[in-house]
């Protein structure tokens, strides 16, 4: 997207120094990594950094007033409503693809957005590694609002942490050594010292939670909360079972709260116009089918990692969707074949990270992910056999 420093990286981009960039970050922790590492990262100027922020303002304009927890009371499904929720989503993400407008320009259209975390960690370690390994240039940084790698850890541990002891604070996941993202969580753990806890390992004592670590009972005060409901359900009975004390009342603080990953989502978007959102309408809203329906997605409101998502929609799908309150019908946006490759050009998604400090009016961006893809959807089952795509991250023009 910088044309310069994207002629700049292929010219200088070699085998080898990929192949010694995955071998360092496979040390970091050996065989955690189980998604593809795109070769390149990507270079975003200001006037596209400015574009996203200010998208991204807009959205929050609409979640910090007073009226969103009613707007979005809906959102979250009746049986897996959790209590003690709180006023605000400590993390917010939201997902952009880079796109072409009508008139053959590039801009970011928002195509999703979680209040729930993503690869907070694993990206610092990231950083630090594409940095040295293709010799970044100091004139572009992976972080936001003037952020470095040592006040970012901070920011993580003010509100991950806050005034707990590390050993009292957990990253909650349902067999977290099983997970593909379980990269993260160990850096997770790396960089703020809290351990990684299985589900099935909580005890619960009256109102109180604990769980065992060498011989000795830890009572957990807060939860770094990274268990997805959608996957609790696809689980045997005996984790659905012990899943249910998620939704007891408990003596701790959540981070953040589960509720938020409903409020803040695909839900959200039909509630906010904006030239970088696409149009977005539920479905058990919309009196006529659209006639030119090859210009539509259709998703589900619950769901992740694409799941469930019909991208070639016929009006037999849509008479077909037996809840149309819990669907959306979205209009398509264009991906751009911007990343230069020694192939075919890649696509593009770019992943900013908010965060929200407990007493601060508003969320502040700070890092950031990417994803690459020559396929239809972002994702690994759409760029099997292809070189160039996967996850990466993107550098800012400072």
Same mark, same amino acid.
């Given at each position: 997207m910088?044309? +310069?420093?994207r002629?700049?990286?292929?010219?200088?981009?070699t085998?080898?120094?990929?192949?010694?960039?995955?071998?360092?970050?496979?040390a970091?922790?050996?065989?955690?990594?189980e998604?593809?590492?795109?070769?390149?990262p990507?270079?975003?100027?200001?006037?596209f950094?400015?574009?996203?922020?200010?998208t991204?303002e807009?959205?929050?304009d609409?979640?910090?007033?007073?009226e =969103?927890?009613?707007?979005?009371?809906?959102?979250?499904?009746?049986?897996?409503?959790v209590?003690?929720?709180?006023?605000?989503?400590?993390? /917010?993400?939201?997902?952009?693809g880079?796109?072409?407008n009508?008139?053959?320009?590039?801009?970011?259209?928002l195509?999703?957005?979680?209040? =729930?975390?993503t690869l907070f960690? +694993?990206? $610092?370690d990231?950083?630090?590694?594409?940095t040295?390994?293709?010799?970044?240039p100091?004139?572009y940084?992976?972080?936001?609002?003037?952020?470095?790698?040592a006040?970012y850890?901070k920011?993580?541990?003010d509100?991950i942490?806050?005034?707990c002891q590390p050993?009292?604070?957990?990253l909650?996941?349902?067999?977290?050594?099983?997970q593909k993202?379980?990269?993260d969580?160990?850096?997770t753990?790396?960089?703020?010292?809290?351990?990684?806890?299985?589900?099935?390992?909580?005890?619960?004592?009256?109102?109180?939670?604990f769980?065992?670590r060498?011989?000795?009972?830890?009572? $957990?005060?807060?939860?770094?909360n990274?268990? /997805?409901?959608?996957d609790?359900?696809q @689980?045997?009975a005996? /984790?659905?079972?012990?899943?249910?004390?998620?939704f007891?009342?408990?003596?701790?603080?959540?981070?953040?709260?589960?509720?938020?990953?409903?409020r803040?989502?695909?839900y959200?978007?039909?509630l906010?116009?904006?030239p970088?959102?696409?149009?977005t309408?539920?479905?058990?809203?919309i009196?006529?089918i659209?006639?030119d329906?090859?210009?539509?997605v259709l998703?589900?409101?619950?769901?992740?990692a694409?799941?469930? $998502?019909?991208?070639?929609?016929t009006?037999?799908?849509i008479?077909? $969707?037996?809840?149309?309150e819990n669907w /959306?019908l979205q209009r398509?946006?264009k991906?751009a074949?911007?990343?230069?490759?020694p192939d075919?050009?890649?696509?593009?998604e770019?992943?900013?990270?908010?965060?929200?400090? @407990?007493g601060?009016?508003r969320?502040?961006?700070?890092?950031?992910?990417?994803?690459?893809?020559?396929g239809?959807?972002?994702?690994v089952?759409y760029?099997?056999?292809?070189?160039?795509v996967?996850?990466?991250?993107v +550098?800012?023009?400072?």
């Open positions: 910088v044309p +310069y420093m002629q700049w990286f292929n010219r200088h981009f085998k080898e120094k990929y192949e010694t960039y995955l071998k360092e970050l496979d970091l922790h050996p065989g955690a990594i998604f593809r590492i795109a070769e390149t990507i270079f975003v100027d200001k006037a950094t400015e574009k996203m922020l200010s991204c807009r959205i929050i609409t979640i910090v007033s007073p =969103f927890k009613l707007l979005t009371n809906r959102a979250i499904p009746a049986d897996i409503k209590p003690d929720e709180n006023s605000y989503s400590d993390f /917010i993400a939201f997902d952009f880079i796109c072409e009508e008139h053959g320009q590039l801009e970011p259209q195509i999703e957005m979680q209040g =729930f975390p960690a +694993y990206q $610092v990231d950083d630090e590694i594409t040295r390994v293709f010799n970044i100091d004139t940084t992976t972080y936001l609002n003037g952020y470095s790698k006040s850890i920011l993580l541990k509100i942490i806050a005034d050993e009292n604070v957990i909650l996941e349902i067999l977290p050594h099983q993202t379980r990269i969580f160990y850096c753990e790396q960089h703020l010292g809290i351990p990684i806890v299985c589900l099935t390992e909580l005890v619960k004592e009256g109102r109180r939670l769980y065992w060498d011989g000795k009972k830890i009572e $957990v005060k807060r939860i770094y990274r268990i /997805i409901f959608d609790l359900q @689980q045997p005996g /984790i659905q079972e012990k899943g249910k004390i998620m007891e009342e408990m003596d701790v603080e959540w981070v953040p709260h589960p509720n938020w990953f409903y803040i989502s695909k959200t978007m039909p906010i116009k904006h970088n959102i696409p149009e309408r539920f479905l058990n809203t009196e006529t659209p006639a329906l090859e210009n539509y998703k589900p409101l619950f769901s992740f694409g799941q469930g $998502v019909v991208i070639d929609v009006e037999d799908d008479k077909q $969707v037996k809840d149309p /959306i398509k946006v991906y074949d911007v990343i230069e490759t075919v050009p890649a696509k593009a770019i992943r900013l990270f908010y965060f929200w400090k @407990q601060e009016p969320p502040v961006a700070a890092q950031n992910l990417a994803r690459l893809s020559k239809k959807m972002i994702g089952r760029n099997k056999d292809k070189e160039w996967g996850g990466s991250l +550098y800012f023009e400072k």
